[in-house]
């Protein structure tokens, strides 16, 4: 079973729509936590961490379900610079530095 | 302040040659960090130092890979002999001991081998 499961998309969405993606993890000792973006052929930059309380960074809300161990991301009012492939981040268990990367969701805001 | 100094950026070679990827972490970084990239396996991390010294070496993939950190500003992964299914794209990262975790990735080396 991989580490982290995410839907592969493509997301196809009109600008101005609110779109939503979810990601699932194995390692319930897992602690931290990240949304990254990557443009085609460019390196992975970090969005947005993602706390247990949920967050909310402008038009981005990051949410946490330990119990059900999946993350979510809900972008609102799709720009088209939104369109990208959004990866879920998860650290293994008690090792805040081995990151598991979920295959990423690629999202396409059309005009 | 630059970020993390990958090269080369693109690097085609023929089976079963040496190949030598480079990377400047950022400055005051104590961790780095080097994964790969490919369509089937997504993004995997190969190996991570912590003050130059090796924490975890445990996705290199064989002995034929194999990572080195002289110093606190430049890392070597280094590939002999190479093959094509090591074509991939490897991206080196760092990380402050202290903050948030983030890693901040360098632009990647786009390794083709033929």
């Known amino acids: 079973r991989k580490e982290v499961e995410q839907d592969p998309g493509p997301f196809n969405v009109p600008e101005g729509a609110t779109v939503a993606f979810n990601c699932t993890y194995s390692?319930?000792?897992?602690?931290?936590f990240f949304w990254y973006r990557q443009d085609c052929r460019k390196e992975p930059k970090l969005l947005m961490s993602?706390?247990?309380s949920g967050n909310e960074d402008g038009r981005f809300t990051a949410q946490l379900n330990r119990a059900s161990q999946y993350i979510s991301l809900l972008i609102r009012d799709s720009k088209l610079s939104d369109s990208a492939t959004y990866l879920c981040?998860?650290?293994?268990?008690?090792?805040?530095?081995?990151?598991?990367f979920g295959s990423g969701t690629k999202l396409n805001v059309k005009p | 302040d630059a970020g993390v100094i990958q090269s080369p950026r693109h690097e085609v070679t023929e089976m079963g040659q040496e190949v030598t990827l480079r990377c400047k972490p950022i400055?005051?970084?104590?961790?780095l960090f080097w994964y790969r990239q490919t369509m089937m396996r997504g993004l995997e991390l190969l190996i991570y130092?912590?003050?130059?010294?090796?924490?975890?070496d445990s996705g290199m993939p064989e002995d034929r890979f194999s990572a080195k950190m002289p110093n606190a500003s430049f890392s070597t992964l280094k590939i002999q002999p190479s093959e094509p299914r090591d074509s991939a794209v490897y991206f080196c990262?760092?990380?402050?001991?202290?903050?948030?975790?983030?890693?901040?990735f360098g632009p990647g080396t786009r390794l083709t081998v033929t």
């Open positions: 990262a760092s990380r402050p001991a202290s903050g948030s975790y983030e890693q901040y």
């Open positions: 390692n319930s000792a897992s602690q931290s």
């Open positions: 993602v706390y247990s």
């Open positions: 981040v998860v650290n293994g268990g008690g090792n805040f530095n081995k990151f598991y």
């Open positions: 400055s005051g970084h104590d961790y």
């Open positions: 130092f912590n003050n130059n010294v090796p924490i975890d």
